[in-house]
């Protein structure tokens, strides 16, 4: 099985050189419950072409970014014209925090900053009955460091989560194997206390910062987010009970 990751943004230095890239921490995610797996890269936000035929990969994944689906950058309106290939082709495809905002846009809904401000921290994410079905019963604990959202529901998506933070922050599609979630399940808490260490500086608010840094510690439901994420990428999940 050989998955795209369409990488849409890298850390900094020296985030990048201590813990990696967004798409070695997705292969580091994926790999325990994907081992037949294997991983091609490309740098899209950085030059890199889109593969003409949608059939080179068996499944596809999108990073988070720092960027907004609805800023002006070169490489947003191609990649939402691409995933609607993907779309048609019926690829299995996997987004997170920006990925899942740009699918959203891609497939019909939209993706905008929330009035809410920053949503920051480890924190519970309440499932849908789909939800439970594809990641197993109670609530998820996950990373988050985001303020844009998904606030309009694609069509033909289902919710996964309705956490009263993110109320969209995850998506089942039913038109073809696609799965998004807003949260990072991929970061590690070392990383994600650096990163907003790094935005705090500039871009948070500092006593939410402050609280979310505090609160990092604790179990967390990754693995199963993984599995519900994998058995999408295997096109054995494409609708909902």
């Known amino acids: 099985m050989e998955i795209c990751i369409l990488e849409t943004d890298r850390p900094e230095d020296p985030l990048r050189s201590d813990y990696g890239t967004y798409a070695e921490m997705f292969e580091q995610w994926l790999r325990p419950?994907?081992?037949?797996?294997?991983?091609?890269?490309?740098?899209?936000?950085?030059g890199d072409d889109f593969p003409r035929d949608v059939a080179e990969y068996d499944a596809y994944l999108v990073t988070g970014s720092r960027a907004g689906v609805y800023e002006d950058h070169p490489w947003i309106a191609p990649l939402i014209a691409f995933l609607q290939r993907l779309r048609t082709a019926r690829k299995p495809l996997a987004g997170v925090c920006f990925g899942h905002q740009v699918m959203a846009q891609a497939f019909g809904g939209a993706a905008r900053k929330s009035e809410g401000g920053w949503v920051l921290g480890r924190?519970?994410?309440?499932?849908?009955?789909?939800?439970?079905?594809?990641?197993?019963?109670?609530?998820?604990?996950?990373?988050?460091?985001?303020?844009?959202q998904v606030m309009e529901l694609p069509p033909t998506a289902r919710r996964l989560v309705s956490d009263r933070l993110s109320p969209n922050g995850a998506l089942l599609y039913t038109d073809f194997p696609a799965i998004s979630v807003q949260f990072h399940p991929e970061f590690a808490v070392p990383f994600l206390g650096a990163l907003i260490g790094e935005f705090s500086e500039a871009r948070l608010p500092a006593a939410q910062a402050e609280a979310a840094r505090a609160g990092l510690e604790g179990p967390l439901d990754g693995d199963r987010v993984a599995r519900g994420v994998a058995e999408v990428l295997r096109a054995r999940v494409s609708g909902m009970v």
């Open 33 to 46: 419950v994907l081992p037949e797996a294997s991983f091609t890269r490309l740098h899209i936000c950085g």
């Open 123 to 148: 924190l519970k994410q309440e499932l849908t009955e789909e939800g439970e079905w594809l990641f197993g019963e109670g609530p998820l604990w996950q990373l988050s460091i985001h303020q844009d």
